[in-house]
């Protein structure tokens, strides 16, 4: 079976330092995976998404990037954090191919002070 | 006009009660839809998903969908207070190139009380 994992689970940041985050999926391989920003009682937004390694699409251009260094790892990253950048981040991966239903993980949530 | 709309709530109903939960969208390219139930500090997890008009039955949950309406409902019976929590719809199109976006509700805050 798959299995998604994000870590940390939970991050408290000054405003201008760096972030990291990190999510891996298990159990499958060359999946699409997505990120997507969650605010207190907002929707999702889809931040960025990847169909291969090291192929990143961004849906939002703002002080955040992604990469993909592996065929199931992708990471979140942001040189200055902005105080705006805090909320619930999540990493979601689909299967290529088959159907269009995403599979989200437990999620990241940033509170940037 | 946002192409998925739904009620944010909140919604409160007492135990037992049959719960209906509804999206609206403009987008006639959307063909697939997804329900997805997300606890207060959790990921979003799939409840289901449907291709086709009608109804598609699991357990105490019904999706509908209506294409010629646009709109699609989550009916849930005898409810339960593990069933508190946000739901989420999700459709999209089926284009085969790329990375299958989907498009998100806002999400219906729902509890259910004992």
């Known amino acids: 079976s798959q299995t998604i994992h994000q870590w940390p689970a939970t991050l408290v940041q000054p405003v201008g330092s760096p972030l990291s985050l990190e999510c891996t999926v298990e159990?499958?391989?060359?999946?699409?995976l997505y990120w997507y920003r969650q605010a207190a009682g907002r929707g999702l937004q889809l931040l960025f998404y990847?169909?291969?390694?090291?192929?990143i699409s961004s849906e939002v251009p703002q002080n955040l990037s992604a990469s993909r260094p592996q065929d199931r790892q992708f990471i979140l990253s942001s040189k200055k954090l902005l105080l705006s950048d805090s909320g619930f981040y999540l990493c979601?991966?689909?299967?290529?191919?088959?159907?269009?239903?995403?599979?989200f993980g437990p999620g990241t949530r940033l509170t940037v002070t | 006009q946002k192409e998925v709309e739904q009620d944010p709530g909140p919604l409160s109903v007492p135990e037992g009660a049959i719960v209906s939960l509804n999206c609206t969208y403009s987008?006639?390219?959307?063909?697939?839809f997804m329900w997805y139930r997300q606890y207060s500090r959790k990921g979003p997890e799939l409840l289901m998903y449907?291709?086709?008009?009608g109804n598609k039955e699991d357990g105490r949950f019904t999706a509908q969908v209506d294409k010629s309406s646009k709109y699609i409902s989550l009916f849930i019976r005898d409810s339960q207070p593990s069933d508190s929590a946000t739901y989420l719809c999700?459709?999209?199109?089926?284009?085969?190139?790329?990375?299958?976006?989907?498009?998100f509700g806002q999400g219906t805050r729902l509890t259910i009380n004992p």
């Open positions: 979601a991966w689909r299967r290529q191919g088959f159907g269009y239903e995403q599979y």
């Open positions: 159990g499958t391989s060359n999946p699409n």
């Open positions: 990847s169909v291969g390694i090291g192929q």
């Open positions: 987008n006639s390219a959307f063909q697939y």
């Open positions: 449907t291709y086709s008009s």
């Open positions: 999700a459709m999209s199109d089926l284009e085969g190139q790329g990375a299958q976006k989907l498009v």
